[in-house]
Structures are given as C-alpha cells and as structure tokens.
C-alpha cells in the first residue's frame, strides 16, 4: 500500500503472454527509470483504492494485471513500457503485454490504454527540445546564409 500511496503513476497491462524472461528484461528496464513493475490481485488493488480514496476499479480488467509503479510522472514511464509492449508482438500480431490503462495519482484520473500509448509514442524530453531548437534556429540560419552570399557579391 506504502508503493502506491508514493507512486505519481500506475501503469495496468495484461502480461499474460509473456515469459519470465522477458519480464525480467522490463523489470530491468523500469528499475533503470526508478519504476518497478509489481503484480497484485486485483480484489487486493480495489481495497487498496478505497482506503486512499481513489475512484477506480481495477476489477474491470478481465485479464492478468501486472502494475508499473513510478515516483515520475506518465511521461517518463510510458516510453518504456510502450517499447516493450511493442518489441512482445508476437507472430499473430497480437500484443502479448497489453497496456490496459494508467491512473495518474495527481490527477486523480484514469487514463485509457490509447493515451497511455500515445505517450509512449512521443519522443524524449531532449529530442523534443532539440527539434524545436532547430526550427527556431532555421530560419536565422537561412537569414545570415542569404546575408552572406550578399555580402560577397
């Protein structure tokens, strides 16, 4: 309960078709962003909820919930559990490790597996910033260009 009453976020996905290993291999990847990916009953979720007060229901899963529990926000979470989700696509492609949803503790609010996913999505933090940093500065550097040649005529 203490793991939830701390974490920002909670990341729910159905892990039924995934090895051991490969859980392994996301546990690994989590634990490097401060995350840990934890697995509990959803009857034992539900109860947790209703003595902090949260409005949700994870009992509406109808498979296998495994839980990412983040001190950071969705936005520093969902890019890696995205990637895995991605790289467990198995031959009928068909998702092995499903992201069913998040709850962000904040907000209060549940989110549904589409905006989780499109989070995931979305490049890092410093991409992001170094591609508006280059639309800023492209047309100044087209302006000096223009300014130089110019200036050699």
């Known amino acids: 309960m203490e793991a939830i009453k701390k974490s920002e ?3 729910f996905a159905d892990f039924s078709g995934v090895s051991v290993e490969e859980l392994k291999r996301l546990r690994r990847a989590l634990r490097e962003i401060g995350a840990k990916f934890s697995v509990m009953k959803k009857r034992l979720m539900r109860v947790m909820f209703e003595k902090l007060g949260l409005d949700f229901n994870p009992e509406k899963f109808e498979a296998q919930v495994g839980t990412v529990l983040s001190l950071k926000g969705i936005s520093d979470v969902a890019g890696v559990v995205y ?32 905006e989780v996913k499109m989070i995931g999505q979305l490049p890092s933090r410093e991409v992001l910033l170094g591609q508006l940093l280059g639309t800023i500065a492209g047309p100044m550097r087209a302006f000096l260009y223009v300014l130089n040649k110019k200036s050699k005529k």
């Open 83 to 114: 990637k895995f989700s991605r790289e467990t696509v198995g031959a009928n492609k068909k998702e092995r490790f499903a992201i069913l949803g998040a709850y962000d503790m904040s907000a209060k609010k549940f989110m549904e597996d589409s």
């Open 9 to 11: 976020t909670l990341i």
